[in-house]
């Protein structure tokens, strides 16, 4: 694990983090069942507790589904768990002011006592942007000044910025929160155009299982993009976290679709092979995991306990 990934606080059992996502729109899931799921996650052991940052989904054949509202349940789940890390996966700057933003992640930071990892993305599912009255053009653009605009503001407390986007004058974010520096900041892209906007600044970088097919023999090749967008911008890569999103079935999955149709074949089988399946990605320098279960249930987090006493054994 590189020095940075170790750094980052909440001070896991085990060499490899291990979190899991909450329910997105697998289904309606109301916040006692959310409260309940992510209350377990931590009593079991899980280190981390992650949410993903959309407002309205539509398919091909016209299905809207809709999430509910990431920062709401960010600030809910800092305050009734006491030790997994939370964040965002990720957090779409298009649609946030990126002032607001900083100061809403500056409190979810004092609510959790400092567990806050500050997932960010240029995002890409449009009726994210034009159901809400947001524009969905010259994403990488206006992400490359509101990535300026939070991390000036999270890390020095202030900032002037006359933008082509975004006017921000003499903005000051107080109170200062409970980290110097604030909240670690992690990347979720593979462009080329993102890394290089953001590898000078941030912690941690994401991969989502798509990626690389759900398969840890398929990541090299990626991690290699990544080293090399590193040393591009002058930056060593071993100072980069490394975290992945691993798709994982649990006793009742029914498969997950991506788009196109196609499945990506989940990690699954008993505690021992799924907890092997863990290791491999450790193996290529992973610090940590987000599990995204099918199906996304109380049972299938309760089931993975056997699993992460596995991997603390070692």
Same mark, same amino acid.
């Given at each position: 694990?590189?020095?940075?990934?170790?750094?980052?606080?909440?001070?896991?059992?085990?060499?490899?983090?291990?979190? =899991?996502? $909450?329910?997105?729109?697998?289904?309606?899931? @109301?916040?006692? *069942? /959310?409260?309940?799921?992510?209350? &377990? +996650?931590?009593?079991?052991?899980?280190?981390?507790?992650?949410?993903?940052?959309?407002?309205?989904y539509r398919d091909?054949?016209?299905?809207?589904?809709?999430?509910?509202?990431?920062?709401?349940?960010?600030?809910?789940?800092?305050?009734?768990?006491?030790?997994?890390?939370?964040?965002?996966?990720?957090?779409?700057?298009?649609?946030?002011?990126?002032?607001?933003?900083?100061?809403?992640?500056?409190?979810?930071?004092?609510?959790?006592?400092?567990?806050?990892?500050?997932?960010?993305?240029?995002?890409?599912?449009?009726?994210?942007?034009?159901?809400?009255?947001?524009?969905?053009?010259?994403?990488?653009?206006?992400?490359?000044?509101?990535?300026?605009?939070?991390?000036?503001?999270?890390?020095?407390?202030? =900032?002037? $910025?006359?933008?082509?986007?975004?006017?921000? @004058?003499?903005? *000051? /974010?107080?109170?200062?929160?409970? &980290? +110097?520096?604030?909240?670690?900041?992690?990347?979720?892209?593979?462009?080329?155009?993102?890394?290089?906007?953001?590898?000078?600044?941030?912690?941690?970088?994401?991969?989502?299982?798509?990626?690389?097919?759900?398969?840890?023999?398929?990541?090299?090749?990626?991690?290699?993009?990544?080293?090399?967008?590193?040393?591009?911008?002058?930056?060593?890569?071993?100072?980069?976290?490394?975290?992945?999103?691993?798709?994982?079935?649990?006793?009742g999955g029914r498969?997950?679709?991506?788009?196109?149709?196609?499945?990506?074949?989940?990690?699954?089988?008993?505690?021992?092979?799924?907890?092997?399946?863990?290791?491999?990605?450790?193996?290529?320098?992973?610090?940590?995991?987000?599990?995204?279960?099918?199906?996304?249930?109380?049972?299938?987090?309760?089931?993975?306990?056997?699993?992460?006493?596995?991997?603390?054994?070692?």
């Open positions: 694990m590189s020095e940075v990934a170790a750094s980052v606080p909440g001070h896991p059992r085990r060499p490899l983090k291990v979190g =899991i996502q $909450l329910p997105e729109v697998e289904r309606v899931v @109301r916040w006692p *069942e /959310l409260r309940e799921m992510a209350m &377990r +996650a931590e009593a079991i052991g899980f280190d981390s507790i992650w949410v993903g940052d959309h407002l309205l091909s054949e016209g299905v809207t589904e809709g999430p509910w509202e990431a920062w709401s349940l960010l600030a809910a789940l800092a305050a009734v768990t006491e030790r997994v890390e939370i964040g965002p996966l990720v957090a779409a700057t298009g649609f946030h002011s990126p002032a607001m933003l900083a100061k809403k992640a500056n409190t979810v930071d004092e609510i959790s006592g400092g567990r806050l990892i500050l997932g960010l993305g240029s995002g890409w599912n449009e009726p994210d942007y034009t159901a809400f009255g947001f524009p969905f053009t010259e994403r990488v653009s206006r992400f490359e000044e509101a990535f300026t605009v939070i991390r000036t503001l999270l890390r020095d407390g202030a =900032i002037d $910025l006359d933008g082509r986007f975004y006017t921000i @004058r003499d903005s *000051e /974010l107080l109170p200062h929160g409970p &980290r +110097a520096g604030g909240p670690p900041l992690m990347i979720g892209s593979m462009g080329e155009r993102m890394l290089r906007i953001t590898l000078p600044y941030v912690e941690l970088w994401n991969a989502w299982f798509d990626w690389f097919e759900n398969d840890p023999s398929k990541l090299p090749p990626l991690l290699a993009r990544i080293d090399a967008a590193c040393e591009a911008v002058g930056r060593d890569p071993a100072t980069l976290g490394r975290t992945v999103a691993v798709l994982v079935r649990c006793a498969g997950r679709r991506r788009g196109g149709g196609d499945v990506v074949a989940p990690l699954t089988g008993e505690p021992e092979a799924i907890a092997d399946g863990l290791r491999a990605y450790a193996d290529h320098g992973v610090s940590h995991l987000q599990l995204v279960l099918d199906p996304i249930t109380r049972e299938a987090i309760q089931e993975l306990a056997p699993v992460l006493d596995l991997l603390d054994r070692g």
